[in-house]
């Protein structure tokens, strides 16, 4: 979609290939995920500003990735450019530690250093989602070396370019709140603090 920002185009392409999940449309059933709530809703953004998930799988084929683990932080995967010429390596994360991996931010088209007053206004952004009681995540890419087909930790970890941020809305799952329905029916108070 033309009326889409290249720069909101980049984030919602890094949520699209670092995505394990899938989004269907049946026909009985509208629109479901398959997989991850949360990287459901980052394919669900694409998709409305009218970027096809699959679409970009084609245009930018997998050639590595580092799974998601609790110890990392992030997921990272390995892309062969659309033009064929390089690779573009994309992560995706918890924001504190994506942020500290990036020397450059996306901005108005373009990139630029990431200095302490762009740090400082993304990490306010950061606190201001999660004071809303967002789930927060971070997108982050870099052009890598024509010919690179594996990615380790030491690519994934530096030199990135800041993409953005995503504030996701984290409902209480189904066993939290069979849990606190049980609570309450044992007569004990459930106090919830952000």
Request: hydrophobic share 40%.
């Amino acid at each position: 979609d033309e009326t889409t920002p290249e720069d909101l185009k980049i984030l919602l392409r890094v949520g699209c290939l670092t995505n394990d999940a899938s989004l269907l449309h049946e026909d009985d059933r509208g629109w479901i995920i398959k997989g991850d709530p949360t990287e459901g809703a980052l394919l669900a953004a694409a998709r409305k500003a009218a970027l096809d998930p699959e679409e970009l799988h084609d245009r930018y084929p997998l050639a590595d990735k580092i799974p998601f683990s609790s110890d990392l932080q992030y997921m990272a995967t390995l892309h062969r450019a659309p033009d064929q010429k390089g690779t573009v390596l994309f992560v995706k994360g918890a924001p504190e530690r994506i942020l500290d991996f990036c020397s450059h931010i996306q901005e108005n088209g373009g990139q630029s250093a990431l200095d302490e007053k762009k740090k400082n206004a993304v990490e306010e952004v950061m606190r201001a989602f999660a004071r809303q009681g967002l789930r927060v995540l971070a997108a982050a890419y870099r052009d890598m070396p024509d010919g690179q087909d594996q990615i380790g930790q030491s690519e994934a970890e530096h030199d990135l370019t800041f993409a953005g941020l995503w504030g996701i809305v984290d409902p209480p799952r189904t066993e939290a709140k069979e849990a606190i329905a049980k609570c309450h029916s044992a007569g004990i108070q459930v106090i919830a603090h952000a």
